[in-house]
């Protein structure tokens, strides 16, 4: 069965550092999502990616956050200057175009520790 | 407006029983409600879902009840097993879906035998 696939699972990383999570969504997917779910809450939603830019974003995804895909397979999220509020599990997840199938596919997520 | 409340907290509920779990959600521009069962150290994953023209989906021994008017649905896990343990959260979107999910604060059930 097509997997989401994140790396890496666990990082720990210093406050101010910058931090990339890398995702390779399902192939044939075309809209792709991260979320963010501190520990013992909720999932929240961060941005979502659609056709090589951002289609949506919440509160949360400031200046500090980024998104790309640089090479047509994976889809990376970039956090410039971490703080230890940013301690969470980022989920990536992705999609089929087809409209009204909203069944996203999650990755296993990338638990990211800021000391 | 944008939140979907999710109750209870946690559950515990002998091997066999009924697990339910409800969620309700205030804008009434929702249009796709799913349920994701998410286990230890694994992303959530697609459960079931309903859309608000139904009332009621089964998929096995998982079914959710929604009652449109009341801004409410729930789930209900028949015949629970110990595998059924595992956080799980309501979630809402507008649009058929095609927004982003906003999703519920969880349910953790453990299924003890």
């Known amino acids: 069965e097509p997997e989401v696939t994140q790396t890496p699972s666990h990082q720990v990383t210093q406050m101010g550092q910058e931090v990339i999570l890398r995702c390779v969504p399902i192939?044939?997917?075309?809209?792709f999502y991260w979320y963010r779910q501190i520990l013992g809450q909720k999932v929240e939603f961060l941005v979502s990616f659609y056709n090589n830019e951002i289609s949506e974003k919440s509160e949360i995804f400031d200046d500090q956050f980024s998104v790309e895909r640089p090479d047509g397979s994976n889809f990376t999220l970039k956090i410039r200057s971490t703080k230890l509020e940013d301690s969470a599990m980022y989920f990536c997840a992705s999609r089929p175009h087809s409209s009204g199938a909203n069944v996203l596919t999650f990755g296993a997520g990338s638990r990211l520790t800021v000391l | 407006q944008q939140q979907v409340k999710q109750s209870p907290q946690s559950l515990i509920v002998q091997k066999g029983g009924i697990s339910i779990i409800n969620c309700a959600y205030e804008n009434t521009a929702f249009d796709y409600f799913p349920w994701y069962q998410q286990f230890p150290g694994k992303g959530p994953a697609l459960l079931i879902a309903?859309?608000?023209?139904?009332s009621e989906k089964k998929e096995g021994r998982f079914t959710i009840s929604f009652n449109k008017s009341a801004k409410q649905f729930s789930l209900h896990i028949m015949d629970s097993q110990p595998g059924d343990s595992a956080t799980y959260f309501c979630a809402a979107s507008m649009d058929s879906g095609n927004t982003p999910l906003v999703f519920g604060k969880g349910t953790r059930l453990s299924v003890i035998a």
């Open positions: 309903i859309r608000p023209d139904v």
């Open positions: 192939s044939n997917h075309l809209y």
